[in-house]
């Protein structure tokens, strides 16, 4: 896939009227935003938007509240990809250095993913709260996960819970829905895209 994409993964009943949808997005998204076009496609992805460059992360949100709002009142579900969004991503691979990190990453399937996010920026505060998990850091990352959770240690299944508690009860009343998966032995890999921080969606660590 090459970079400065967003790709959409459409989940039916009803895919061929919010790929109609997405089809008359186009001409709106492309006057608002630094994209050179919406693709209907077949294969991997079934509905691709090619930015003219890497995508910053205001504009980006802005697509992901353009499309929410598009697949109002259906039953369909969507998940989303942007190749050339963060200057540091995350691998799930072994770390051959034995640095033993733990992630929870979390993929959302909206609508509605861009009020998911917002709310699942307020899980490290609440499962705070609990006593129960320290030193959990959080992050933005619209790429092939949609959040990440970094562990200072291995957490506990106690700790797994609490975590799956607070999403829960933050992103249920947003009818979006998630699935957690927690890695360990992952490892970071950087890749310079461009300097994406924002005070908004955090950068990556």
């Keep these: ?25 186009e001409k709106k998204v492309i006057a608002e935003f630094p994209i050179e076009r919406g693709e209907i496609n077949i294969g991997k992805y079934d509905y691709i938007y090619h930015w003219e460059k890497a995508p910053r992360p205001e504009p980006l949100l802005a697509l992901i509240e353009y499309i929410d709002e598009a697949f109002a009142g259906l039953p369909t579900r969507y998940s989303i990809t942007t190749e050339g ?20 990453f979390v993929r959302i399937h909206g609508p509605s993913i861009s009020k998911a996010l ?15 998990i320290q030193s959990l850091k959080s992050s933005v ?13 291995y957490p506990t299944m106690d700790e797994i819970h609490d975590l799956l508690a607070s999403v829960d009860k933050l992103v249920g009343p947003t009818g979006a829905l998630y699935k957690i998966s927690t890695l360990k032995n992952v490892y970071r890999t950087e890749k310079h895209v461009d ?9 990556f660590l």
Excluded at 195 to 203: F, Q
């Design 1 to 25: 896939m090459q970079e400065n994409t967003t790709n959409l993964r459409i989940y039916g009943p009803q895919m061929p009227e919010a790929i109609k949808r997405l089809h008359d997005l």
């Design 118 to 132: 917002r709310a699942i920026e307020k899980v490290v505060e609440d499962v705070e709260t609990t006593n129960t």
């Design 141 to 153: 990352l619209v790429g092939e996960w949609d959040y990440a959770f970094e562990w200072d240690h």
């Design 85 to 104: 969004y963060h200057t540091r991503r995350v691998t799930a691979e072994a770390d051959r250095m034995g640095s033993n990190t733990t992630f929870s």
């Design 195 to 203: 300097d994406h921080t924002s005070e908004n969606l955090m950068a």
